[in-house]
C-alpha cells in the first residue's frame, strides 16, 4: 500500500499518476503522524486507477496487482517519500489520523501550471490489510484510485527488502526496488 502513496511527486503528469498510487499503495507517511508500520513480508495491493483528461472520457483501467517486499526499511523509506523531498520534484503531504484511519493531503505545483491537489483516505482493517482511496486533481486531469493491500506471508526466497514487482496466480515477477526511487548522491570530487 505505500508503494504509490498520494501525488507529491511533480515531475511530469505521468510521474504524477505514478506518484498517486504510490500514495494510494503505501497508504501515508509521516509528516504531521505516524501511521503504523506495515507488518514485514510480502504485501498484494490490487489498485484500480480511473484517469479522465480534460476533453476527454474517463479511462477505464483493469485492475493492476503488484507486491512488495516489506520490512522496517521499506517502511522508512517510504515515508520518506511521502513525507516529500527525498525524490527530486516533490513536495510534503499532510498526514492526520490516528488509530486505523488517515488522511493525506498535498497541494503541489503543477508542471503543466497551476496547482495538483491529492487526497488519499487509508484504513487498516487490520494488520494484515489495508485499503485506501485516493483523489488527485490537476490542471489537466484529474484521477482517482482505489487500492486494497494484503499482507501473504514471508517474502519468497531470493526477493529482498524493497523488491515490488507483478504478482500473478501467487508467483512474484521482480519489476524493480523501491531504493531505486531515491537518488544517490554523486561523490565531491576530492572526497572519497
Known sequence: MRKLLTAN???????????????????????????????????????????????????????????????????????????GGAV????????????????ITS????????????????????ETEIHSESQVTAPTFSSSVVQDSKWVGVCPNGVASGDEGSYIDGVFKKRGNLRDLIPTKAPVKGQS
Do not use: M
Not at 483528461?53 to 511521502?82: H, L, M, Q
Not at 497541494?107 to 487490520?126: E, L
Open 88 to 103: 527530486p520534484g516533490t513536495c510534503p503531504a499532510e498526514i492526520q489520523g490516528s488509530g486505523s484511519t488517515y488522511v
Open 107 to 126: 497541494s503541489c505545483p503543477s508542471p503543466s501550471g497551476g496547482i495538483t491537489v491529492s487526497h488519499t483516505t487509508a484504513t487498516w482493517k487490520s
Open 9 to 83: 511527486i511533480h515531475l511530469s503528469d505521468r510521474v504524477l499518476l505514478t506518484a498517486a498510487a504510490l500514495a494510494a499503495l503505501a497508504g501515508a507517511a509521516l509528516a504531521s503522524g505516524t501511521l503504523p508500520p506495515r507488518k514485514p513480508g510480502l504485501w498484494v495491493s490490487t489498485t484500480v486507477v480511473q484517469v479522465t483528461r480534460k476533453g476527454s472520457p474517463a479511462s477505464d483501467n483493469p485492475p493492476v496487482v503488484d507486491a512488495i517486499c516489506e520490512d522496517a526499511a521499506t517502511n522508512e523509506i517510504e515515508t520518506k517519500i511521502i513525507a
